[in-house]
């Protein structure tokens, strides 16, 4: 049985899945809820540089912990406690990263958190996540 368990949460019903499917299934695991706030999103002239705007990432960071406590309360509704935190950067990688740095034990991600076109031009997190992680993958559906 997994000690350490890393959970990407997104808001979507499906990161809600995987937190609920780790907190019910690993009672005893030590769980982290985590949320990336990605890079890249927002106007590209602002991102390359090419204007003097600097964006808001106000929004981003309250929707963040938005999700981050919805996470938090969903575990105290289970007669839990998690951690949580949050990160910037591609989502794939600082998940992985995240997870071997610290030495956890497995990954816990829902099988997608984007639908439609969305979904098919940005990819899937969760199969790049278990493409490159060296641990366990547990993709819920």
Do not use: C, Q
Not at 52 to 57: H, L, V, Y
Not at 59 to 77: K, M, N, Q, T, V
Not at 100 to 115: A, L, Q
């Amino acid at each position: 049985m997994p000690e350490r368990i890393l959970v990407p949460v997104d808001g979507s019903n499906r990161s809600v899945e995987a937190l609920e499917y780790a907190i019910e299934t690993f009672p005893d695991a030590s769980i982290t809820a985590i949320h990336v706030l990605e890079v890249g999103r927002g106007d590209i002239g602002t991102l390359s540089g090419m204007t003097g705007d600097i964006p808001d990432e106000r929004p981003e960071r309250e929707r963040s912990e938005e999700i981050l406590e919805s996470a938090r309360e969903l575990a105290a509704d289970r007669g839990t406690e998690i951690e949580t935190e949050r990160g910037r950067g591609r989502p794939d990688r600082l998940i992985v990263k995240r997870a071997e740095d610290d030495d956890y034990d497995m990954i816990v991600i829902g099988s997608h958190g984007r639908d439609g076109v969305t979904r098919v031009l940005l990819g899937s997190v969760a199969e790049k996540v278990m493409r490159r992680s060296s641990m366990p993958v547990l993709v819920v559906r």
